[in-house]
């Protein structure tokens, strides 16, 4: 294929030629998705039907969540389909979408995980002026700049890689469409601005990471200084949620860039795909509904609620 304009469509990595295993793919990949989806879907509705937890640490959660299922509706889905269909094939224009899309929420997320961190600091170092530094219209403010930079970062992304000129084929080693795959489709000459600006995404991204470890520094510092227990462990309570779920974040998104993608195998490259891309959106839910009181208390009442409906709607049928 000798330019861009000649590529209609990219053939993506299976997990298997074997129907059985491919069906098999497809239920294990249903799951997952649907775990992420319903644990996203009651922390949002968990969040936005108790006004208890009408506050910036939640309402910050309650974006993260909606991040989270966003991103893995972009890969799954289209994953799903191919293995029931068995094939690979993605359009032109699909590709082009996840790599948007995915780029987007990813961005988005790592901007609000900062966020969250800079409110915790403020809330626990700074108690006197959190009220004033995190109202309601700073708090809206600073999220619309999290969403609205991840669609400018996507944009630019997505625009360079698809810039390029693919004299590579069109067989993407990855189950979706990552950048770092397409860029080995590239002709030698004409992907050194997207590997520039990967590089630069790369120190932003270490920006983000050294300001949540510089934050939690000072928290843990002023956390210790608590004279009472009780203050210490609600003060732990409400930020080890979000340093676990930070951490997954780092882990996995530094395994997947840091692994030699070039000679690595196409197992690898899907395991480490799956990681880093399934991983943290069905996992943050647990984290938060197992580690923070208040919203294992809103969880519980959101599906109590739900099941006394549910019976007293069967009494009323019967």
């Not at 469509?9 to 649907?34: K, M, W």
């Not at 990813?106 to 959190?130: E, G, K």
């Not at 993407?172 to 601005?193: K, M, N, R, T, W």
């Not at 195998?265 to 923070?292: G, K, Q, T």
């Amino acid at each position: 294929m000798a330019n861009q304009t000649t590529v209609t469509g990219f053939l993506l990595l299976g997990f298997s030629d074997i129907r059985e295993l491919q069906i098999l793919h497809f239920i294990v990949f249903l799951v997952l998705y649907l775990i992420s989806l319903l644990g996203n879907l009651l922390i949002i509705t968990a969040i936005a039907l108790n006004h208890h937890l009408h506050n910036p640490m939640y309402f910050f959660l309650m974006n993260l969540s909606i991040l989270d299922f966003s991103s893995i509706s972009v890969t799954i889905p289209k994953s799903m389909v191919n293995s029931l269909m068995n094939t690979t094939l993605i359009s032109y224009s699909g590709c082009v979408a996840q790599v948007f899309f995915f780029s987007f929420f990813a961005s988005a997320n790592l901007a609000i995980l900062t966020i969250m961190a800079y409110d915790r600091y403020v809330a626990i170092c700074q108690p006197l002026h959190y009220d004033i530094v995190m109202n309601r219209r700073a708090c809206v403010q600073i999220a619309a700049s999290a969403w609205i930079s991840g669609i400018l970062y996507s944009a630019l992304h997505t625009g360079n890689t698809f810039a390029i000129s693919f004299c590579g084929g069109n067989m993407v080693d990855q189950f979706f469409c990552e950048i770092p795959q397409l860029l080995h489709l590239a002709c030698s000459d004409s992907y050194l601005g997207e590997v520039v600006l990967i590089s630069l995404s790369v120190l932003l991204c270490l920006s983000c990471f050294a300001f949540i470890n510089v934050s939690y520094v000072q928290i843990f510092k002023t956390v210790l200084r608590i004279p009472s227990e009780q203050g210490r462990h609600k003060a732990f309570s409400t930020c080890l949620p979000h340093l676990i779920v930070v951490s997954l974040f780092l882990f996995t998104g530094t395994f997947a860039f840091l692994k030699p993608t070039s000679n690595s195998a196409s197992d690898l490259n899907l395991l480490v795909a799956v990681l880093y891309s399934i991983m943290p959106p069905m996992m943050n839910p647990i984290i938060y509904s197992l580690r923070n009181k208040e919203m294992k208390s809103a969880l519980s009442k959101l599906i109590g609620w739900r099941l006394f409906r549910k019976n007293k709607m069967c009494i009323f049928l019967h």
